[in-house]
């Protein structure tokens, strides 16, 4: 396996897992009541019961968390040793004695994941973009769902030269020291917010606890959210079209979709395996 470390000292990776771990000490009820309705609207339940549930790239480990009080058996994995640390954390803190195991792993190791098993529901939400092998990665991911399974992802929106543009800051980030990346994050809120004072953005960039504290949809935190966006390198994109096609290619029938209305972001997918159609291994 690729040395996840060593790409991040070479500028050619952000370091998720250190921005993740600082992330999960804003967790509280409050962010785990949004993550859990995050999930429990596409899914068209809050009962997990008797499911298992497959984290891939886990990152702060709070979507485990939430399938977790939903009642799935839960299992986590990422790529970055940080988010691991950060998702043990979690687990420690809320739920020790939860039927869930937390491991390092790529989506990209076809040994490993061949390894893991088949899934009622695998999630990778914002995580698939970023291994630098988007389709492998989609491939692999929808590999892991048991029949008649779900596969919940979200994958950056395919803007065209802005997405482009939003490629090379996020290069120039990872490959910049300290001031520069503190210049990158103040200059992409600047723009992002444009239509906000920019007094508002610059409270958000330093973390000021009037913008960290309420929870955005999903039960994250702006000012995290912020440097994952600036700084989130490997970044690949796709339209809508294309991750249909591929899916519908390899058995599986949409289910759930939220777009971000052809702007900035991520598109949301909710994806069944089709009766009849084997899992693959």
């Not at 068209?44 to 298992?52: A, C, E, F, K, W």
């Not at 803007?159 to 990158?184: D, F, H, P, T």
Request: with cysteine; proline share 4%; glycine share 12%.
């Amino acid at each position: 396996m690729i040395d996840g470390r060593q790409e991040v000292l070479d500028g050619d990776r952000f370091a998720f897992g250190s921005n993740w771990r600082a992330f999960v000490e804003l967790v509280d009820e409050g962010r785990i009541k949004a993550a859990v309705g995050s999930l429990a609207g596409p899914l068209g339940t809050t009962d997990l019961t008797g499911r298992t549930f497959l984290d891939v790239g886990c990152g702060s480990g709070l979507f485990s968390l939430a399938a977790h009080r939903m009642g799935a058996r839960v299992r986590s994995f990422d790529y970055d040793p940080d988010s691991v640390a950060a998702t043990l954390s979690l687990r420690d803190r809320f739920a020790p004695d939860a039927d869930w195991t937390v491991s390092t792993g790529s989506i990209l190791d076809e040994e490993g994941v061949a390894g893991l098993g088949r899934f009622d529901i695998v999630y990778s939400w914002g995580v698939l973009h970023h291994t630098g092998e988007l389709w492998r990665a989609m491939d692999n991911a929808a590999g892991l769902v048991a029949p008649d399974g779900l596969l919940f992802v979200s994958i950056y929106n395919d803007q065209g030269l802005e997405s482009r543009m939003w490629r090379r800051v996020k290069r120039r980030y990872n490959r910049s020291g300290a001031l520069a990346r503190r210049m990158l994050v103040l200059g992409s809120a600047a723009y992002l917010y444009r239509r906000k004072p920019l007094a508002t953005a610059l409270r958000m960039v330093r973390g000021e606890t009037t913008l960290v504290r309420p929870p955005r949809a999903r039960g994250m935190s702006v000012r995290h959210d912020l440097v994952d966006w600036v700084g989130g390198y490997p970044f690949e994109v796709a339209k809508p079209e294309e991750v249909f096609a591929f899916m519908r290619e390899r058995g599986f029938e949409l289910r759930h979709l939220k777009t971000c209305a052809g702007g900035i972001g991520c598109n949301e997918y909710l994806f069944e395996r089709a009766s009849g159609t084997p899992a693959r291994g």
